[in-house]
């Protein structure tokens, strides 16, 4: 009997999905349908993919208009209102096209690709491609067909520039015209992508909400072209001999920050999708928003507080003084962590965070938060002497979590002089003056986490939730956030200047998520901490990455058309997890 390589089977297809979905969690580019030899029992189908993306669409507000075609897709598809652009705690005020399409053609997020907005400036597209130019760039896979047509001369340019054919069109209809066309004529096609950018027009002169009546035409528009298409599709000739995988989804939600004072990312109408991945061996499989709880998890790094060299900590090595709180500049400042002492204890006067070389003597000018006892102060030196205020006599070396937030701000009681001030767990426990050394509070020392020369004493702590503020914080504002662990939803979101989930769980660095790109190196002989804590007095933690994978996001869709089309490598380093009937990711 003749082999047959790649063969498709239709009778065994959804048991096969289901095996391999849950087995592919841990294992990346496990295809998606299975291989046969044997053509005296098996109809051999060949993989092909159908990928339409719609800019600006709402996943939300596109379930409440209910589109007649998209909704028919439903009856054959895993698909979800609820997907997710991306869940990276980036805080730029606005989500842009261009990211939006370089996680959904790249399978890897800003981190990787580096397209922060329309400008592609700085983009890393050289090193995370397309996934066609994956495709067409390697030697087992690049004799596949694929044409591309888009809306957006952007799209065209950076993401579908490799594939066979490629135009950027003047309008949808003409971007629908063209894969109609391509659908009817070409036997030989195995991947269609078509970009229409009228809803994102739509809603980005009129608002991106149901209730507006040109969003709302732009979305039945839109869905007449998709059914179109679909007509298109099943009148194929060769369309038996071919097995079809259908991907439509939107590039980003609105342009507007609707989250703020929210408690998570599923209530970010920018990153809101919608994601359908439809085949007509697939069942109705609908992914809703997931439940999320108030456990705080994760895996930080174990700071050891000692003189020796080889003890953990971590320094931000290229602040290049952006944390100097020097008052000339008038700007004030917060500074508010979460730490864990894991060895409880009294201890001599350990620091813990710091914008200044060394705690001992008298000479080292800058700032510092550090352990008295069992608990807790802010040393600030200018050279001839300390200031310090005690946070509260309430102990912090106990085991349990602690929020330390300090304020370097000008007092408006009095004559604006120059101010620090504590709260311990959102209360606030006095001030004092430093006015007399307001202006000497610059440090050449790096940013640091842990001990500094001449410290004494020796906690081992857990800290995460680092944040800085270019702004003092009203009292009022601190009581009521101290107990969250991000920074999705807080009303000075745009005043961080510096935010570190500290929560990495691998590697030498510690990210800086707020945009500045601080990041702090880990030395010494550092460990990193699993830990699952449940405190609702003091925590309120902003949903883990397991609860966003939960649904779809945008660096999915790579992965699965790879996998549809039997065309990966193990070395092609996406994020992506495959979405299959009944079968949900939480990873």
């Not at 999320?292 to 900590?313: D, L, M």
């Not at 001599?348 to 550090?370: E, H, Q």
């Not at 995460?464 to 914080?473: E, M, R, Y």
């Not at 999705?488 to 691998?506: A, E, M, R, S």
């Amino acid at each position: 009997m003749k082999k047959i390589k790649s063969s498709l089977v239709v009778p065994i297809l959804l048991p096969a999905l289901l095996v391999l979905a849950f087995g592919s969690c841990n294992k990346k580019f496990d295809r998606l349908l299975t291989t046969h030899t044997d053509t005296t029992t098996y109809v051999v189908q060949q993989p092909k993919v159908l990928y339409l993306i719609v800019d600006g669409a709402v996943g939300t507000e596109i379930q409440n208009i209910n589109p007649f075609g998209i909704n028919q897709l439903s009856k054959n598809a895993v698909y979800s209102w609820n997907a997710l652009a991306d869940f990276n705690s980036y805080v730029d005020p606005a989500y842009t096209d261009g990211e939006g399409w370089a996680n959904m053609m790249t399978g890897v997020t800003r981190s990787k690709h580096r397209v922060a907005d329309n400008t592609f400036s700085g983009n890393n597209l050289a090193a995370y491609p397309s996934f066609i130019k994956m495709i067409k760039r390697d030697a087992d896979y690049k004799a596949k067909f694929i044409a591309a047509f888009s809306a957006s001369p952007d799209f065209n340019n950076y993401f579908s520039d490799s594939a066979d054919i490629h135009s950027a069109l003047p309008t949808d209809d003409a971007v629908k015209s063209a894969v109609i066309k391509v659908l009817d004529t070409s036997s030989k096609v195995d991947v269609v992508v078509g970009q229409f950018h009228s809803v994102a027009a739509a809603g980005a002169a009129k608002g991106y909400t149901s209730s507006v009546p040109e969003y709302n035409a732009a979305i039945v528009h839109i869905d007449s072209c998709i059914q179109s298409i679909m007509t298109s599709l099943k009148s194929r000739p060769t369309y038996s001999k071919e097995k079809w995988l259908v991907v439509l989804a939107s590039n980003k939600g609105s342009d507007t920050a609707t989250w703020k004072g929210a408690d998570t990312k599923f209530q970010d109408s920018r990153r809101n999708t919608f994601v359908f991945f439809y085949s007509p061996s697939y069942g109705s499989t609908y992914v809703g928003q997931p439940n999320t709880g108030i456990t705080f998890t994760g895996v930080a790094p174990q700071i050891t507080n000692s003189n020796n060299p080889s003890n953990p900590k971590a320094q931000a090595l290229t602040d290049n003084g952006f944390f100097n709180f020097n008052a000339n500049t008038g700007k004030e400042y917060t500074v508010e962590f979460k730490i864990k002492i894991l060895n409880p204890g009294s201890f001599n006067y350990p620091t813990l965070f710091s914008k200044r070389a060394k705690f001992s003597g008298s000479v080292d000018k800058g700032w510092l938060f550090f352990c008295q006892g069992n608990y807790w102060g802010i040393n600030i030196n200018n050279g001839s002497g300390n200031v310090q205020t005690l946070a509260s006599s309430v102990n912090i070396n106990d085991g349990a979590w602690h929020t330390l937030t300090g304020e370097f701000y000008n007092e408006p009681s009095d004559a604006g002089k120059r101010y620090v001030k504590a709260y311990n767990d959102g209360v606030y426990t006095g001030k004092v003056s430093i006015e007399d050394r307001k202006d000497l509070m610059n440090s050449p020392a790096p940013l640091a986490i842990g001990a500094l020369a001449g410290d004494g004493g020796n906690p081992n702590f857990l800290i995460t939730s680092i944040k800085v503020f270019n702004a003092a914080l009203p009292d009022t504002v601190v009581q009521k956030y101290f107990k969250k662990t991000g920074v999705v939803g807080h009303p000075y979101l745009n005043n961080v200047i510096g935010y570190w989930p500290c929560l990495d769980g691998k590697g030498s660095a510690l990210t800086d998520e707020s945009g500045f790109g601080h990041d702090f190196t880990l030395t010494g002989a550092y460990t990193w901490n699993s830990f699952s804590d449940t405190d609702p007095l003091r925590l309120s933690p902003d949903v883990n990455t397991s609860t966003y994978r939960k649904v779809p996001n945008s660096v999915d869709i790579p992965y699965m058309i790879l996998s549809w089309l039997n065309a990966k490598k193990p070395n092609w380093d996406l994020s992506g997890y495959p979405w299959t009937p009944n079968t949900f990711v939480a990873n």
